[in-house]
């Protein structure tokens, strides 16, 4: 298949800034694990159209995602998401100015096919296609709406993605401009809930269930550890407590129910809460940033959300967080990254070539490549760590 059009040749006018509503229109694509998603934005922050198919109830019985079944359930769903999202926000395909699409990392069965779908349409509407780093989406979500109460999102600040895959923290200098802080080096911290609430018989996914349990419960009732809460860099490990977890259980002489039910959740999660409150609040001090973003599906935690609230705001920072509907897997997140990057070459005067594009299961965010470099030029670099 030949490469789309360049991004000189969209439908668009080049400004200096990418609006943040009113203009262009782009379709946004997300497949990275289990949720198939399309967005319809016209501005880096005006949201047309969201559309999410979760496929929670496939992988339920299993007590995760099984890649083979989530990739078939994309291939069932996406024509079916993008066009709702189309029919939603009242677009035709003559009004798109570009096709945003998650290029990884992820399962890559699951990523190929929003890739392959999201080329083949830019392709025959002669669009260009703009791939995003799926972390980097996630950082865009405050971008395009935040929780009651919380602060304006700007440039820069600290990140901290938390997932069923990531547990990272970034120090975010300016769109485009990323360095990894710290990152797990075992288990994600979503996947550490999910498989603690597996064990204690919870279902699947764990965390909302958890969340709930632990707010009529006791976080001092069990002793968990706070594994690499005072190392000296900002890497985090959740391996270490859900053994620890595990080997509680299994000296428990009768199933846990009622208030010890809820006293296990609790101390359970204050040990993972614990650990990314105090490295995340550490990070942001040390680099000198007014605002943390706070983002990914284990940032709906209520109990993450209010302490890391609490110490940020001791310190004279400021918490941004998106709402729920935006911390788990959408395209809206994607939709608002790949507009500031169309604008970004438009401005750089360059085009995205697709012949050679493909999923990308492992990816860091922070590594400089040629995806980068409009956004780069366009801000220089960010003010140094």
Request: one cysteine or more; charged letters at 20%.
């Amino acid at each position: 298949m030949s490469d789309v059009a360049p991004i000189s040749s969209a439908r668009t006018a080049t400004t200096e800034t990418a609006p943040t509503s009113g203009g262009p229109r782009i379709l946004a694509i997300e497949s990275s694990c289990d949720e198939t998603a399309a967005a319809v934005l016209d501005g880096t922050r005006s949201l047309l159209a969201n559309v999410v198919h979760s496929q929670v109830s496939i992988h339920a019985e299993y007590g995760g995602v099984v890649p083979e079944l989530a990739s078939r359930s994309h291939v069932r769903m996406i024509d079916k998401v993008v066009q709702d999202a189309l029919a939603q926000s009242n677009t035709s395909l003559e009004e798109l100015a570009g096709v945003a699409v998650t290029q990884g990392p992820g399962l890559v069965g699951s990523l190929l096919v929003g890739l392959e779908y999201g080329r083949a349409l830019a392709w025959s509407r002669n669009l260009p296609l703009l791939p995003v780093h799926h972390l980097e989406g996630h950082l865009y979500a405050p971008f395009i709406g935040r929780s009651e109460g919380s602060a304006e999102p700007g440039w820069p600040f600290v990140g901290l993605v938390v997932s069923g895959g990531h547990s990272s923290l970034y120090h975010c200098k300016a769109p485009g401009v990323y360095e990894e802080l710290g990152r797990t080096l075992d288990d994600a911290a979503g996947e550490a809930f999910d498989k603690i609430s597996k064990r204690l018989g919870l279902g699947y996914p764990g965390g909302a269930t958890i969340d709930r349990l632990a707010r009529s419960g006791d976080p001092k009732a069990f002793r968990f550890p706070r594994p690499m809460m005072h190392s000296k860099n900002y890497h985090f490990s959740f391996s270490g407590v859900k053994t620890a977890v595990g080997t509680a259980l299994d000296k428990e002489e009768t199933e846990l129910t009622g208030q010890r039910l809820n006293d296990f959740a609790a101390s359970f999660q204050a040990a993972v809460v614990d650990v990314l409150v105090a490295k995340t609040v550490d990070a942001a001090e040390e680099v000198g940033v007014e605002r943390i973003v706070l983002t990914g599906g284990v940032a709906s935690n209520s109990q993450l959300r209010s302490q890391l609230e609490a110490a940020a705001s001791a310190r004279g920072i400021a918490l941004v967080v998106p709402p729920p509907a935006l911390c788990t897997d959408n395209a809206a997140m994607i939709g608002a990254a790949g507009y500031a990057r169309l604008y970004a070459a438009i401005q750089a005067g360059e085009g995205f070539e697709s012949a050679h594009l493909n999923a990308r299961a492992s990816w860091p965010l922070g590594r400089r490549s040629p995806l980068q470099k409009p956004l780069e030029r366009g801000v220089r670099r960010g003010p140094k760590s």
